[in-house]
C-alpha cells in the first residue's frame, strides 16, 4: 500500500464549481499536510499547509484534515480557468523527514 | 515569491555527454532536494541534501551524483548521458519547520 494516494483524475468541472481534491494516507504518524499547484511543465508551487487536524482558509481554497480517517482535502470554490493545473497533496511526519507527494489529481476548470 | 533558480531551463544534449544542471536558491535555506519527473507522472526523488557537505540518495535510483559545497548552490552532475535520463528534473529548497519545499521552474532534459 502507497504512503499516500491520491485519485489521478482527470477532472473535468465548469467554471464557477466548487472543486473537491482528496487524498488518503496511511500512516497516523504523519503531521503536516501540504497542497501543492503544478502547471503544465512548471515546477509545483506550495498552495497550503497545515498541521494536524482542522481546516485552514485562504481566498477560494481551504485546506481540511481529518486525521481519524487519514484523508486530506483541498476545496476550491469559485472555480476559475486559471485554476486548471495538477494539484498534489504532500505529508510528512516533523521537519526532518522527507516529504511523501501523492501522485497528483488533474484539474481542468472549463469556462 | 520563492526564490530558486534552475540552469539551463532546457537542453538537448547527445549520448554519452557529461551535463551539470545548476540550482541555487537565495533563501539561505539548509535543505535542497534534486526531484524527477516524466510528463503527467509522479514525483520522484533522486537526491537530498541537509546542509553543506550533506547528500544522500533519495527513493529513485538514479546514475547521477549531486554535491553540496555551498549552502545556496545544489548541481546535479550526469557524467554520461543517456535517453533513458531524457525527463523533466526539479530543484526545491526547505527551510521552514514543515519542510514546506520551494520549487525551481525545472530543467527539461532530453538526451539523443
Known amino acids: 500500500q502507497k504512503e499516500v494516494e491520491q485519485d489521478p483524475g482527470p477532472l473535468s468541472v465548469p467554471e464557477g464549481a466548487i472543486v473537491s481534491l482528496n487524498c488518503t494516507y496511511s500512516?497516523?504518524?504523519?503531521?503536516?499536510f501540504m497542497w501543492y499547484r503544478q502547471y503544465s511543465r512548471k515546477g509545483p508551487e506550495l498552495l497550503m499547509y497545515?498541521?494536524?487536524?482542522g481546516n485552514k482558509e485562504d481566498g477560494r481554497f481551504t485546506a481540511q484534515v481529518d486525521k481519524s480517517s487519514k484523508y486530506i482535502s483541498l476545496f476550491i470554490r469559485d472555480s476559475q480557468p486559471s485554476d486548471s493545473a495538477t494539484y498534489l497533496c504532500?505529508?510528512?511526519?516533523?521537519?526532518?523527514?522527507?516529504?511523501?507527494f501523492g501522485p497528483g489529481t488533474s484539474l481542468s476548470v472549463i469556462p | 515569491e520563492a526564490d530558486i533558480y534552475q540552469t539551463p531551463r532546457y537542453l538537448v544534449i547527445g549520448t554519452g555527454k557529461k551535463i551539470t544542471l545548476e540550482c541555487s536558491q537565495t533563501?539561505?535555506?539548509?535543505?535542497m532536494y534534486w526531484y524527477q519527473q516524466d510528463p503527467g507522472m509522479e514525483l520522484h526523488l533522486i537526491h537530498y541534501?541537509?546542509?553543506?557537505?550533506?547528500?544522500e540518495k533519495g527513493d529513485l535510483s538514479s546514475e547521477s551524483t549531486v554535491s553540496r559545497i555551498r549552502t545556496e548552490h545544489f548541481p546535479l552532475t550526469l557524467e554520461s548521458a543517456r535517453p533513458s535520463h531524457t525527463s523533466q528534473y526539479l530543484c526545491?529548497?526547505?527551510?521552514?519547520?514543515?519542510?514546506?519545499?520551494?520549487f525551481g521552474p525545472g530543467t527539461r532534459l532530453t538526451v539523443l
Open positions: 526545491a529548497s526547505s527551510g521552514g519547520g514543515a519542510d514546506t519545499q520551494y
Open positions: 500512516n497516523s504518524a504523519f503531521q503536516y
Open positions: 497545515t498541521y494536524s487536524s
Open positions: 504532500a505529508i510528512t511526519k516533523t521537519s526532518y523527514d522527507k516529504v511523501i
Open positions: 533563501m539561505g535555506h539548509d535543505k
Open positions: 541534501s541537509y546542509g553543506v557537505n550533506s547528500t
